[in-house]
């Protein structure tokens, strides 16, 4: 399995992505979910990847190879007008991938995937994008996506998300919600991937390896643990009489 | 789906479980997943039920008729030695249910279950049922065991349980354990249904049912998501720079 998460902000967008990868419990492998294109000025776009590993990397080597190729007359993430149409690409890309290598029976080389990112000329856009290739787009509703193992570290993301938030904070409640699915999940696991963009810069902060023995990381999880149980000792007990 | 836990703690058993079934999002219903079978001062048995309605209906109802049938050479709930006989019975019984009404391609007559109680002479026992019909025990390692949407209501049982807690305060532990999971779950719904077993009483306490508008559940609901937001915010934020 995997976690991923982007958050939309106001200020711009977050995301955060495990390493871990497995077929089967004894055969783990650490590989970033994490991948960044930039035009820098132009534009800045981020893609995070669950599902079978062959098939996130087949994608992503496939839309690498499309920059490589700018005279080519097929479309690349590098020149595509909009984020839109780089959905539709990664999703097209995705799709048949899985196509290509999927039998009858289907279903065993799926991947999903979250793309986030600005194109100069529109406002920044989050994407979840499916392996049937089309896509959701966040909103004022939804303001954050997750795949792989999502729903261990959804309840505070539920609970303490702000649009208007920092990016400090949103990396706090991205370490919470990581902290929880990795302390109930094996398949989820240390180092993790953080990109952080800010709106209108056009051009991504470098990306932030957080190792399992980052002093942050440290005190966030053992932190947590604590004040969910002062927060737990504050609500009243249940009246048995 | 749904949502059961039975926690066992130094003084006894707590079992909370929802009552909603569906099958599709247009065709919901409300069902009781507990059942309870007892002999004053000599058993007391708590069932939970998760999985297809007709499957864990007619286990239940093969298990009361087996009890009412006491002269029959079969063994019954109320009359099998121990608890770990009591699961075995239960287990063959749900195995030879699911058999029966699954065709070569199986799976969608599947059910699991949590049993716990205490038959005269021994301690109160906890087990998990699976669809096959083997299970197995809570024990000091895994006090607590869950059935159906089981992940969004695990971290806080992970982080707030206590072996020695009050039956209050275990009460107020799952009842945010659930509200979390219906948070973010429309399949797991209100009203609950509450048993409590007390060590060695041999005679479980009347069960209780928890409807939505029950004030103690409000209070919990909107007093949880303020400490979880007031936890959050205790936490330092990260530092970008």
Known sequence: MTYCVGLQLERGLVFLSDTRTNAGVDNISTYPK?????????????????????????????????????DDRDPSLLTVPSMFQAARLIGNTLASVIKERTNAKGGTFSASMILGGQVAGSP?????????GNFIEAGDDTPFLQVGETKYGRPILVRAYQRDMTFEAAVKLLTVSFDSTMKANLSVGMP??????????????????IESDNEYYQSISSGWSSAIQSAFQSLPDYDLD
Do not use: F, K
């Open 192 to 209: 993790l991937d953080l990109s952080i963009y800010e709106l209108d810069s056009l051009d991504h902060r470098p990306q932030i390896r």
């Open 34 to 70: 994490m991948h960044t294109w930039e035009v820098p000025g132009e534009r800045s776009l981020v893609l995070m990847t669950a599902g079978n590993l062959a098939t996130t990397q087949a994608v992503v080597s496939l839309l690498d190879e499309r920059n490589l190729a700018p």
């Open 124 to 132: 920044p856009r989050l994407y979840l994008i499916y392996p049937e």
